[in-house]
């Protein structure tokens, strides 16, 4: 399995190669990562740049209560076990992707910003991870009624050429995702377990050798069931999205709360499946804010479901400075050698002016007046980082400071 030096540095520091509870040195969360990758970026200093034989020195300003610099090294530490772990994955037919691979899927850097999963691990096709299409949710103890309704949910999808993204649990997402699968439908499943047995399941094997699917986790290929997981990962199922359809949702549990965290964050249309059953939470969804779908399947086109957008704002690529093209290398045990320790190349940091990358996004995101908090939402950089830059251009002439709002806009 090719890593970039980069994508070797982030699985060091975020992902375990072992039972979770066995490990010495719990990686960083989501929210840590993010916390340190920001920390690196304002350093002008990339993951890469850790995988030095004397990485201390770089760690000497980082000063953070809950991040000791110790357990970074720890875990930087880690490389034969990354090294086993990847041989493994690699022998299953797994792949990673990283936030610094172009493949990543840009829906959840765009939505999440510093808190999309630093690590996907998955198999499959790749190339499905940016198809979009419409997410299908649902309880795993739904009716026969319901999950009639959504394996031809998946059926319609194949043939209207959209993708259907689920989870891949037993009862509205298999359903839905089988019944795209079976007619040659594109299916992404983000699961909360398993991956690495799922890569070998007959369930998914047609799906998985003809091209059409796309099996990915954000957690331990090798975990268990894990109901903290299987919670965590609903928000990435509608993230993947363009729209979403809940077919059946109990009056608790996760499927309600990915709703209801949907509806907030307003991330993808949320439509509800009609229903009688006073079991579920589908009129409370709707009265939060969800919409009612067709409730004949026959009639239903799925096409309507994405006219109804939260915001009516067309998605714009957000900006990932750690998006840098860099050669792949092989780990072959150990820590690798950084790039350009190996070549008479400068190091990547010092070729990459930031302030110049931060600069030619404001000829993009700044052409009309914008404030710092839309800068922020666009770019996915801390605050304090973007007025230091805006301080510098306007001193500079390049931006023009407006008052009363305050906003900027590129000279």
Same mark, same amino acid.
């Given at each position: @399995? ?31 990562? *993010? ?38 090294? %720890? ?5 034969? $076990? ?6 493994? =994955? ?5 792949? &990673?992707?990283? %936030? ?38 649902? $309880? ?23 993708? &259907? ?15 795209? @699968?079976?007619? *040659? ?6 699961? $909360? ?17 003809? *091209? ?58 949320? =439509? ?31 096409? $309507? ?27 072959? *045990?150990? @820590?690798?050698?950084? %790039? ?18 931060? &600069? ?38 390049? &931006? ?12």
């Amino acid at each position: @399995m090719n890593l970039s030096p980069t994508a070797q540095a982030t699985l060091l520091l975020t992902s375990y190669f072992s039972t979770s509870g066995s490990e010495d040195t719990r990686p960083l969360s989501n929210t840590e990562w *993010g916390r340190f990758a920001l920390w690196l970026k304002e350093k002008s200093t990339t993951p890469a740049d850790l995988l030095l034989s004397e990485p201390k020195a770089l760690l000497t300003s980082w000063h953070d209560p809950r991040i000791g610099a110790d357990r970074i090294l %720890r875990l930087l530490s880690r490389g034969h $076990s990354l090294a086993l772990a990847v041989e493994k =994955w690699q022998r299953a037919g797994l792949w &990673i992707v990283t %936030r610094s691979d172009p493949e990543y899927p840009g829906r959840l850097k765009q939505r999440l910003k510093t808190d999309s999963p630093p690590v996907l691990f998955g198999c499959g096709n790749k190339a499905l991870l940016n198809a979009g299409g419409l997410a299908v949710i649902g $309880s795993r103890n739904a009716s026969i009624a319901d999950l009639s309704f959504a394996e031809l949910v998946g059926t319609k999808a194949a043939a209207e050429d959209t993708a &259907i993204v689920s989870g891949g649990a037993r009862g509205v997402d298999e359903s839905a995702m089988s019944g795209a @699968m079976h007619q *040659g439908g594109i299916v992404v499943g983000v699961l $909360s377990d398993g991956l690495l047995k799922a890569a070998t399941s007959v369930k998914w094997r047609n799906g998985l050798m003809s *091209g059409n699917l796309v099996l990915i986790s954000p957690f331990y290929p090798e975990d268990g069931f894990n109901a903290g997981n299987a919670m965590a990962r609903n928000k990435y199922i509608y993230c993947l999205a363009d729209s979403s359809l809940v077919i059946h949702a109990g009056k608790k549990g996760g499927t309600l709360n990915g709703a209801q965290e949907n509806l907030k964050k307003g991330w993808v249309p949320l =439509w509800v499946k009609p229903t009688s059953d006073d079991t579920t939470a589908n009129t409370e969804l709707v009265a939060q804010g969800g919409h009612w779908c067709e409730s004949d399947i026959q009639r239903l086109m799925l096409s $309507s479901l994405f006219e109804n957008t939260p915001t009516g704002k067309k998605e714009e690529r957000q900006v990932d400075l750690f998006s840098l093209h860099e050669q792949p290398e092989i780990f072959a *045990g150990g @820590m690798a050698e950084s %790039r350009h320790e190996q070549t008479d190349e400068k190091p990547l940091s010092q070729q990459i002016d930031f302030y110049q990358l931060f &600069i030619t996004e404001l000829y993009r995101l700044a052409a009309t007046p914008v404030t710092v908090d839309y800068l922020v939402e666009h770019t996915g950089l801390h605050k304090s980082q973007i007025n230091d830059w805006l301080k510098r251009a306007t001193e500079s002439g390049l &931006i023009k400071k407006l008052r009363k709002p305050v906003r900027y806009q590129i000279q």
